[in-house]
């Protein structure tokens, strides 16, 4: 089965017309998953709710059955039980017939926003309704999980990319004046290749912090590295996301 994680972000203008986003994050037992994002007009929030599950539909494999995972229960009784506002009847028949023709037997359940995908699905909605970006996520990218172990004295750094998987056992020093959390994240970026973005998950907030301002750091030779580091990625045209 595959599945699929959706979102909308939708807003009203001073004119009065509704400018909606989509999001979703589709697994469909690719090496990575595949993250798209649209906008349009929508005359409300759950009309937009609904358009990111008709994409799903339509993004799937055909022949295949598709679990869909949303927070808006309007969107969800809709499709699973036939009830709702009546605003979104003609967009949610389209969806069934869409599932109908290209073979995709479809389920529907709840799952907060809090999950992960769906945190990624949110983030695609907001910047598909603000027009940074439509359709697949464009560039090469990698995800990172980073562990740390005994007591903070080693990392484990999972990296997968298309057509590849890495895993690293990286020694962090005690002594080193970044934090363990910290060295981790430094260790993951040096894995990247020019002109990737790694989306890491499970960095420390404290990792994050000083990712995004290295002179949050109050010692200068930390300072230093975490600038090093940054400069390294952004000649490179590395991005780092965190999720």
Same mark, same amino acid.
């Given at each position: 089965? /595959?599945? $699929?994680?959706?979102?909308?972000?939708?807003?009203?203008?001073?004119?009065?017309?509704?400018?909606?986003?989509?999001?979703?994050?589709?697994?469909?037992?690719?090496?990575?998953?595949?993250?798209?994002?649209?906008?349009?007009?929508?005359?409300?929030?759950? /009309?937009?709710?609904?358009?990111?599950?008709?994409?799903?539909?339509?993004?799937?494999?055909?022949?295949?059955?598709?679990?869909?995972?949303?927070?808006?229960?309007?969107?969800? /009784?809709?499709?699973?039980?036939?009830?709702?506002?009546?605003?979104?009847?003609?967009?949610?028949?389209?969806?069934?017939?869409?599932?109908?023709?290209?073979?995709?037997?479809?389920?529907? &359940?709840?799952?907060?926003?809090?999950?992960?995908?769906?945190?990624?699905?949110?983030?695609?909605?907001?910047?598909?309704?603000?027009?940074?970006?439509?359709?697949?996520?464009?560039?090469?990218?990698?995800?990172?999980?980073?562990?740390?172990?005994?007591?903070?004295?080693?990392?484990?750094?999972?990296?997968?990319? &298309?057509?590849?998987?890495?895993?690293?056992?990286?020694?962090?020093?005690?002594?080193?004046?970044?934090?363990?959390?910290?060295?981790?994240?430094?260790?993951?970026?040096?894995?990247?290749?020019?002109?990737?973005?790694?989306?890491?998950?499970?960095?420390?907030?404290?990792?994050?912090?000083?990712?995004? /301002?290295?002179?949050?750091?109050?010692?200068? $030779?930390?300072?230093?590295?975490?600038?090093?580091?940054?400069?390294?990625?952004?000649?490179?045209?590395?991005?780092?996301?965190?999720?």
């Amino acid at each position: 089965m /595959n599945h $699929a994680y959706v979102d909308a972000s939708w807003r009203e203008d001073a004119a009065g017309h509704g400018q909606g986003g989509w999001g979703l994050v589709l697994l469909d037992g690719g090496e990575l998953p595949r993250r798209i994002g649209g906008q349009f007009e929508a005359p409300d929030n759950n /009309n937009a709710e609904m358009r990111a599950v008709l994409e799903a539909v339509r993004s799937a494999p055909a022949g295949q059955p598709l679990s869909i995972y949303s927070d808006n229960w309007a969107v969800l /009784n809709a499709i699973g039980k036939g009830k709702g506002p009546a605003t979104l009847w003609p967009l949610r028949d389209e969806v069934l017939e869409l599932a109908l023709n290209r073979g995709i037997a479809l389920q529907v &359940s709840y799952v907060p926003r809090t999950r992960r995908h769906m945190r990624s699905a949110h983030d695609l909605a907001n910047a598909a309704r603000l027009g940074q970006h439509t359709g697949p996520l464009a560039g090469r990218h990698a995800e990172v999980s980073l562990e740390l172990r005994e007591g903070g004295q080693q990392a484990r750094i999972l990296l997968r990319r &298309s057509g590849e998987r890495v895993s690293a056992e990286v020694p962090l020093d005690p002594l080193d004046p970044l934090p363990p959390s910290a060295q981790a994240l430094l260790a993951a970026a040096a894995l990247a290749r020019d002109g990737e973005t790694l989306r890491v998950r499970r960095a420390s907030k404290l990792a994050r912090a000083l990712w995004d /301002n290295p002179l949050r750091s109050l010692l200068p $030779a930390a300072q230093a590295r975490l600038l090093a580091a940054r400069a390294q990625a952004d000649a490179a045209g590395v991005a780092v996301e965190f999720e």
